[in-house]
């Protein structure tokens, strides 16, 4: 049995590219701004790129808060992407203080250090914890990276992958049924498109 997969449309850019990663794969995937939808579906994803309060703000507006936080709560599996992850946390400090959705503890912070930001381009994932998504993918995995925010967890049980840049930072969390990656899956090759069909497979295995 095939799952469907909504990835929540909330204004910002470059959801057609995850849409379109999920296709890909064999994975039944759309895009969708109605609440309702996301409600329907048997997995949810949370993509974005752009800016932290804008994106809040859209999601609250119309629901789409709400319906995350649902599907959450309802043990369906849930996927966040870039910007996706920082909504997760419960406050970011990009222009501004702005409340984020609580999902993890913790803050989301600018990066610092001796390096050009925006980090953009690639770089190695290092696994902290066993996660199905990335059963295909092997340590030190180079993905593709576009931000200048990174997650700061109060929960250290939380991190699942982490790379370098000016140090160490996360850049994947997961608990239960979430999972969060800073680095952009549909944009890092075949490997990354496994995550999407590893993902997939979670979902139409939960739907079942």
């Known amino acids: 049995m095939s799952a469907r997969v909504a990835v929540i449309d909330y204004g910002m850019g470059n959801l057609r590219s995850v849409e379109k990663g999920f296709e890909k794969m064999g994975v039944d995937a759309f895009v969708t701004g109605d609440a309702k939808e996301v409600a329907a579906a048997d997995g949810v994803v949370l993509p974005g790129v752009g800016a932290f309060a804008d994106a809040i703000a859209h999601l609250r ?3 789409l808060a709400e319906a995350a936080l649902a ?8 996927l966040g992407i870039c910007l996706g992850l920082q909504l997760l946390f419960e406050r970011s400090f990009e222009n501004g203080e702005h409340e984020g959705l609580g999902v993890f503890g913790g803050n989301v912070e600018k990066l610092t250090g001796d390096v050009k930001i925006p980090h953009m381009g690639w770089n190695q994932l ?3 914890k066993d ?5 295909e993918v092997p340590e030190g995995t180079d993905f593709y990276f576009v931000h200048s925010y990174v997650v700061k967890p109060t929960q250290p049980e939380v991190i699942a992958v982490t ?3 000016a140090g160490e930072f996360v850049s994947g969390v997961a608990r239960d049924n979430v999972v969060a990656f800073q680095f952009h899956p549909e944009k890092s090759g075949l ?15 939960e739907s079942i």
């Open 131 to 135: 996660l199905e998504v990335l059963t």
């Open 61 to 63: 507006e119309t629901g």
């Open 163 to 165: 790379t370098d840049y």
């Open 71 to 78: 599907a959450i709560d309802s043990g369906r599996p849930f």
């Open 191 to 205: 490997v990354g498109l496994s995550i999407l069909k590893s993902f997939g497979e979670i979902c139409a295995r």
């Open 126 to 128: 290092h696994k902290q």
